[in-house]
């Protein structure tokens, strides 16, 4: 892009080709289609280089949570019913994933998600303003084991900055690993974020909105360790 880079908090150091997100492949079923044609139209945000307006794109002013990369959608959902105070936008690229959440929202009743199909990063850049969310969900991302893929975690310092620029006062990041050497790495990245403050001394007890996945229970089954990390914005 040729555009100037953005000046917000975090985002000249984010630098454009790095992305929140890598594609893989995968099919669409037909319902999953479905859902994504006949749900799209009322839960589906168009990506915009300009802010966007939560009351009208939800039809009411609540707290606003964005949750990066929300899989299948399963605990997207279960979350949401937990919460129907609050307001959830959820960025996701994966077709197939959007279409099964949309689905889920069609079978279950639940209003209070939106969704944009679009990298993280820019959305937060452009579509939200600094202070407009209330917390962040960042679930189980792509732990890039192999040491020279490291770089390519979600959870580097430039991001951290531009997600604490845009949380209000007492707003919290939440995230969650099954993956202890990423789980240490986001400990020390979050906690080098000024404007953030830990919740625990390390890792946070899990809290009873995060509900448990089918995959992450098999993992507990096995002896696999599940990492916990809130923290608020000063």
Known sequence: MNDPAPT???????PRRIRSFVLRAGRTTSGQSK?????????????????????????????????????MGEATAQIAQTRP???FLC??????????????????????IR?????????LTHMLAPG????????????????????????QPPLVALLASRLRRGGYLHCATDWQPYAEQMLQVLGAEPLLANTARDWAERPAYRP????ENRGLRLGHGVWDLIFLRH
């Open 35 to 71: 859902a994504l044609a006949e749900l799209g139209p009322r839960y589906l945000i168009d990506y915009a280089t300009a802010p966007l307006d939560a009351q009208a794109a939800f039809g009411r002013a609540a707290p606003l949570i964005l949750e990066i990369g929300f899989g």
């Open 115 to 123: 969704i944009v199909r679009h990298d993280a990063v820019e959305v």
């Open 212 to 215: 448990l996945t089918k995959f």
């Open 91 to 112: 960025c996701e690229v994966h077709e197939p994933g959007v279409g099964a959440l949309l689905r889920r929202i069609g079978e279950q009743g639940i209003t209070n």
């Open 85 to 87: 105070g609050d307001n």
């Open 132 to 155: 407009q969310l209330d917390g962040v969900h960042i679930f189980f991302p792509d732990p890039w084991h192999k040491k020279r893929h490291h770089k390519r975690r979600l959870i």
């Open 8 to 14: 917000t908090p975090g985002a000249d150091a984010h």
